[in-house]
């Protein structure tokens, strides 16, 4: 029994319980897995699920945990999916069958660790340990973990996985990682287990992340050397060096690579899923926030509020985006956009401070005809003006012209870009999880 505990109880409200959590701990991020190990240990919550899959990388988890939890839920597994950050509500961070939980759930099991834990956890520990419970309890064939920060020192790690899944792999969180990625690999090769399957979907693997798995006797599937995809028109085609392949394949909602390496997973499973299976599955994986078309139907509100009919407003496009990968892959899509868009591109843009805005600025300066620099709240924000002047610094190394304004606000920056965008203009909304998830509480709210 926890002899600090808190007056809070199972029936308080997850809003108590969130605020709670932030502050039960001296450091918001506290890397190391020995006081949450301990908890897990003692709670019996270090086996969820009878195959467990675990997902690192710097950018790209999300989207194959997602088209991942689709395949297993078309071909009849139980499967939870336990994921971060949250966009606007903490229960997108826990889905079981593709479904979120109730706050009641969530509040019951915060209630069940808070009464028996031990040690003093984090924000993301008391998660972690909470969705271990909850998937526990729900007696699933499958869990798939996505790394929070990193591998070896995060939350996640304390589960011994039957996979592990690295997607792309980039310079980030450089002040708990490292600033190479020689550094960062072999953070997230801390995932990998004694002889266990390791699929990469880094085309350029770190040496470190390599050496890492050959001393774990690692069975490795590597992108470009084991396994491989490539892109038609209308279709794309998987195959590996085994002879397993599938043809024509529907172009997903996702990033080519990513659906990629998850099928490179499928490839490796121990229990078989049908080629139908993976058809439908690729069609209907779809991920808020990753280049995502905002639908006409959800923005009827806000073009009330700018005294404007929904067929008057340009297309809104949001993107989760924040570090130099994910910029160059959203500058692919942009230069795709623009061949089939006479209009504008509006960037509405907010970035936090311990981010890399120059690598994020860079690829996309050309692209983008106005720019929105907005303020981000938090001790981790910065204010428009600063990412402002950051992007005419940017510009002027470049020694290209640059049209920007900042907004105090991710709602001023939106409104300011539709108050000048035309119908053929698009209006691009990304630069952080925070951005995008103030646009659609926005919309919520609207």
Not at 111 to 124: G, M, N, V
Not at 130 to 152: H, M, P, T
Not at 168 to 184: M, P, V
Not at 375 to 402: F, P
Request: aromatic residues 8%; hydrophobic residues 40%.
């Amino acid at each position: 029994m926890n002899n600090s505990s808190t007056q809070l109880q199972a029936t308080s409200s997850l809003e108590e319980w969130l605020s709670y959590l932030e502050n039960g701990h001296f450091k918001a991020i506290d890397l190391g897995l020995d006081r949450i190990k301990a908890v897990a240990q003692e709670l019996d919550l270090l086996h969820p699920a009878s195959f467990i899959i675990t997902v690192g990388g710097t950018n790209g988890k999300g989207t194959t945990c997602k088209l991942l939890e689709t395949l297993l839920i078309n071909a009849g597994y139980r499967v939870g999916v336990y994921s971060s950050p949250h966009l606007i509500r903490y229960n997108e961070r826990v889905r079981i069958q593709n479904q979120e939980l109730d706050d009641e759930l969530h509040c019951h099991a915060f209630d069940f660790i808070e009464r028996r834990k031990t040690q003093s956890l984090t924000y993301f520990e008391y998660s972690t340990l909470a969705a271990l419970y909850l998937f526990k309890q729900a007696q699933l064939d499958v869990v798939i973990l996505e790394v929070g920060l990193g591998g070896r020192l995060d939350a996640t790690n304390i589960v011994d996985n039957h996979m592990a899944i690295i997607t792309g792999i980039d310079i980030d969180h450089t002040e708990f990682l490292g600033s190479t990625r020689e550094a960062i690999g072999f953070e997230k090769a801390g995932i990998f287990r004694e002889g266990r399957p390791v699929i990469i979907g880094d085309p350029t693997a770190p040496v470190s992340m390599l050496e890492h798995a050959k001393k774990l006797h690692c069975r490795v599937f590597c992108r470009d050397k084991d396994w491989q995809f490539s892109a038609q028109k209308d279709s794309w085609s998987w195959f590996n060096y085994e002879k397993v392949r599938w043809k024509s394949l529907p172009i997903p909602q996702i990033p080519l690579a990513n659906a990629a390496t998850a099928l490179a997973a499928v490839a490796c499973l121990p229990f078989p899923i049908s080629d139908e299976i993976i058809v439908q599955s690729l069609t209907e994986a779809e991920l808020t926030g990753r280049f995502q078309r905002i639908k006409t139907e959800k923005l009827t509100r806000l073009a009330a509020r700018c005294h404007k009919s929904v067929e008057e407003l340009p297309q809104i496009i949001i993107d989760v985006g924040h570090n130099p990968q994910a910029a160059r892959y959203l500058a692919e899509k942009i230069t795709a956009l623009r061949d089939e868009t006479a209009g504008r591109i509006h960037a509405v843009c907010g970035i936090l401070k311990d981010k890399d805005a120059e690598g994020v600025l860079s690829p996309l300066l050309p692209l983008i005809d106005a720019w929105h620099c907005v303020t981000l709240g938090g001790y981790r924000g910065q204010t428009g003006a600063e990412l402002n002047a950051k992007l005419r610094q940017v510009a002027e190394s470049c020694h290209q012209a640059v049209q920007t304004e900042n907004q105090d606000s991710v709602r001023d920056g939106v409104l300011a870009a539709i108050a000048q965008a035309k119908k053929q203009d698009c209006i691009l909304i990304f630069g952080s999880f925070h951005t995008v998830g103030e646009f659609l509480e926005m919309l919520s709210e609207e």
